[in-house]
């Protein structure tokens, strides 16, 4: 009985405490910087597409909201022809970010993506690929691994030693 | 203009005025219990949100008014209306002030207890019809706990009857101009007010709806207007009794002069409506069987105990 006023009284005193509620439109939040919010696609420091097209993303995703396919360019270079996320789909688990090797896909945070119409929640290539390099900067994938592609000659990459002349006999 | 017309218009813009109310406590009540958890609440249609009760009724109005097949068609389209009706119905007694009520019936009280029992009906007539049975489990819920707290919320109004010697509504506000009968019927009110939300199925005893346990209770199976009706009807209950507890303990229209009548009445009224929102922020809902024992053995007891104490002090001093 007692309890039952008293907790009367604390829940009336509540009308003069501070308010939770963010009133969004007019007041936003601070979102951490490793929120999950929209998906980008990244280019390394010297402006080429981050993304190699190695699907890893797309296995990963657990509702297959992905979909893209790989080229090549002159070099041998691949890039995705198309790529497409269905932004309907989408959980923003952010397993893709954890699954490409390359940094490529990155989700950063930014939430406000409503639509009228649903069909417009399908991003392309070209709404998702952006001019800088996201949350990993001065990373280049191709700078660290060994094959040609026209982004450095063989041995010079980064941590990367003189290739080996097996023919030699001194080390 | 003749009397005739002149109370026909009375009454008329009572019923426009509860309604009024009663549809604008749907955002009362919102508003309240989001201060009260420390939101904000509905803000944005209007000034304050205030036009958000009719953003309510628009979407009522235009939501499918579907009956279940296998509901027993007629009963089922009379429960809510009965619900509202005789709600109205006890507000006939109610003296707002001297000229405004609708009917000065010399058995006020009676009358009340009479057409609150005759609402206990919507509720289990309503569950009856839908044919489902949780929809059956609140209406026998209903059944039981209105049947039960009517029988002691008679009781402890008799103290009152008693003290004012009459069942006149307005014959009890005036006699409390020396003192009103919140002091002298102190447990009387207790039990009146406990009784009261029991009767208008209000948390913390809406055990009859309690939508953890049995989704809407007596009216899971209804929509559009049929919904709302028992929707506002559940607001016209908390302000009858609100303001049966106003006429009945508080004075009534009294209060100090600088002030109108009628708004004295009205001012008491709201104070009880927030009240009853209050307990709904606060408490929570007790077990069934915990509900039907503190109604037996201690509210009713204490009821009669009151009853007999005030017969015997009012018999002493004649
Ligand atoms: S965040 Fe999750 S659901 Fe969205 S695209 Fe990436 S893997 Fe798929
Ligand atoms: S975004 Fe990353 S994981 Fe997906 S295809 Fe491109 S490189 Fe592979």
Redesign the interface.
């Known amino acids: 009985m007692f309890s039952?006023l008293r907790?009367?009284w604390?829940?009336?005193l509540?009308?003069f405490?501070?308010?939770?509620?963010v009133?969004y439109p007019e007041e936003k939040t601070e979102l951490p910087a490793r929120w999950r919010g929209r998906i980008v696609l990244t280019r390394d420091p010297d402006y080429e597409e981050r993304c190699v097209g190695c699907y890893l993303c797309a296995a990963a995703c657990p509702v297959d909201c992905i979909s893209l396919q790989a080229t090549e360019d002159e070099n041998g270079r691949r890039y995705p022809e198309f790529f497409r996320i269905n932004f309907s789909r989408c959980i923003f688990c952010g397993y893709c970010e954890e699954a490409c090797p390359t940094y490529a896909i990155q989700l950063i945070p930014d939430f406000e993506m409503a639509e009228y119409d649903r069909q417009n929640l399908v991003y392309e290539k070209e709404d998702l690929l952006i001019e800088g390099q996201g949350k990993y900067h001065g990373y280049n994938f191709y700078k660290e691994a060994g094959v040609d592609f026209g982004v450095k000659k063989k041995g010079e990459g980064e941590n990367e030693n003189k290739p080996v002349d097996v023919r030699k006999l001194m080390p | 203009m003749n009397e005739g017309v002149l109370h026909t218009l009375v009454a008329f813009g009572i019923l426009v005025v509860l309604l009024t109310i009663a549809a604008g406590l749907i955002w009362l009540e919102r508003r309240l219990l989001a201060l009260w958890q420390d939101r904000y609440g509905p803000n944005r249609v209007g000034p304050f949100g205030l036009f958000q009760v009719m953003a309510d009724m628009i979407k009522i109005f235009f939501k499918e008014d579907w009956i279940p097949g296998f509901a027993d068609k007629k009963v089922f389209v009379i429960a809510p209306a009965m619900l509202v009706i005789t709600i109205l119905m006890s507000f006939a007694i109610v003296p707002f002030t001297p000229e405004i009520m609708v009917v000065d019936l010399n058995i006020g009280i009676l009358f009340f207890l009479a057409m609150s029992s005759l609402g206990a009906y919507s509720v289990v007539l309503g569950g009856w019809s839908s044919n489902n049975k949780y929809s059956l489990l609140g209406a026998i819920r209903g059944a039981a706990q209105m049947i039960s707290y009517e029988v002691f919320m008679g009781m402890s109004l008799m103290g009152v009857v008693i003290m004012a010697g009459s069942l006149n509504m307005t014959d009890i506000v005036i006699a409390q101009k020396k003192m009103w009968f919140i002091i002298p019927q102190f447990i009387g009110f207790v039990i009146f007010f406990i009784g009261g939300v029991a009767e208008a199925h209000r948390l913390p005893f809406d055990i009859v709806e309690a939508e953890s346990e049995l989704i809407a209770g007596y009216h899971s199976e209804y929509s559009g207007l049929k919904f709302g009706l028992f929707f506002v009807g559940e607001y016209l209950g908390i302000t009858l009794i609100s303001a049966l507890i106003t006429t009945l303990f508080f004075g009534g229209w009294l209060g100090f002069g600088f002030l109108p009548p009628v708004f004295w009445f009205l001012l008491k009224t709201f104070a009880f409506i927030m009240v009853f929102i209050l307990l709904r922020a606060a408490l929570p809902r007790p077990r069934y069987d915990q509900l039907m024992s503190l109604g037996w053995k201690i509210l009713l007891p204490l009821s009669l105990l009151n009853l007999l104490v005030t017969g015997a002090i009012v018999l002493y001093f004649q």
């Open positions: 039952n907790s009367l604390i829940v009336f509540h009308l405490r501070k308010r939770e509620t009133e």
